[in-house]
């Protein structure tokens, strides 16, 4: 029986025709029963696929013959085969939605400007010399779950307003102190620690591989700490059988680590709820007041 894998990948370099890649991406996947998403900008290449093994490894195999995605970031995961209901490849202005197309810069060594890369033991020998600054790169809601101790976690709900809460001021205290920017598999913060240079601060660092990496080299014995959300039917990924549980349920206080979209359909945050209560459909803070 084939074993169902998971492969995250991304890769920064200048394409001059997405609509190609994306027609031949999509064919691609499709002749070899993947799904997932994938998203493509002139800018590069970004994407969550899953499937049995021999035909993951066959996609990544074929892609990487592409001489711009050779040197693609590349990590696997443990699946189940229905992590993802079907197959979704989109062109888009961005790999990663910032809402800054025309502000990244990329050429064919990837991001031009931004954070110096730490792999997990060169963050290590940093936090061990100086006193570093975590600053989480993703939505507010994962943070709720995992995140590296003592971290910075922006009040964002999407990528889309990280710009205006780095112009806000109120991280300026950090601009002459080394921060380091983290996120799932790595990509989000190739671009945040590029706007976050460009915005002034001095020293910045970006977690190469993400925390995925991070938790493959550490597991849960170094500085991350509690469940990594992802967004597949995994829902979480733990890197050990004793992760730490951070996180709350918002109705009755149960300590978990599950989270659920607020009951009001217009809503998109996200609620830590435990199992016994998420047939009670809560509502987050303003839905609930407004009710």
């Not at 992760?243 to 009951?263: D, K, P, R, W, Y």
Request: hydrophobic share 35%; proline share 5%.
């Amino acid at each position: 029986m084939a074993t169902p894998k998971i492969l995250l990948y991304y890769v920064f370099t200048p394409l001059p025709d997405p609509d190609a890649i994306r027609l031949w991406q999509r064919d691609l996947c499709e002749s070899l029963g993947l799904t997932g998403r994938i998203v493509i900008s002139k800018d590069g290449l970004n994407g969550t696929v899953g499937g049995d093994l021999p035909d993951v490894k066959r996609y990544l195999r074929t892609t990487r013959e592409y001489p711009a995605f050779r040197d693609m970031d590349v990590k696997w995961g443990e699946g189940r085969g229905s992590d993802f209901p079907k197959l979704s490849v989109k062109v888009r202005d961005e790999i990663v939605s910032f809402g800054a197309p025309g502000e990244l810069r990329v050429d064919k060594h990837g991001v031009v400007g931004g954070g110096t890369r730490l792999d997990p033991d060169a963050l290590h020998e940093l936090v061990a010399r100086r006193d570093v600054t975590f600053f989480d790169g993703r939505n507010e809601f994962e943070a709720r779950i995992g995140r590296f101790k003592g971290a910075v976690v922006p009040d964002v709900q999407n990528t889309r307003e990280f710009v205006a809460e780095l112009e806000s001021g109120r991280y300026d205290h950090l601009k002459d102190k080394p921060v380091v920017t983290y996120c799932t598999g790595g990509v989000r913060c190739e671009v945040l620690s590029s706007l976050m240079v460009d915005r002034g601060f001095q020293e910045v660092y970006q977690l190469d591989g993400g925390i995925v990496r991070y938790g493959e080299r550490f597991g849960d014995d170094g500085l991350w700490e509690g469940p990594l959300y992802v967004f597949d039917g995994r829902e979480e990924v733990r890197f050990s059988d004793h992760t730490a549980i951070l996180s709350t349920c918002a109705v009755c206080g149960e300590t978990t680590s599950h989270l659920q979209n607020c009951a009001d359909p217009s809503c998109r945050q996200r609620l830590v709820v435990c199992d016994a209560c998420t047939p009670r459909n809560p509502l987050c803070e303003e839905h609930a007041s407004a009710a």
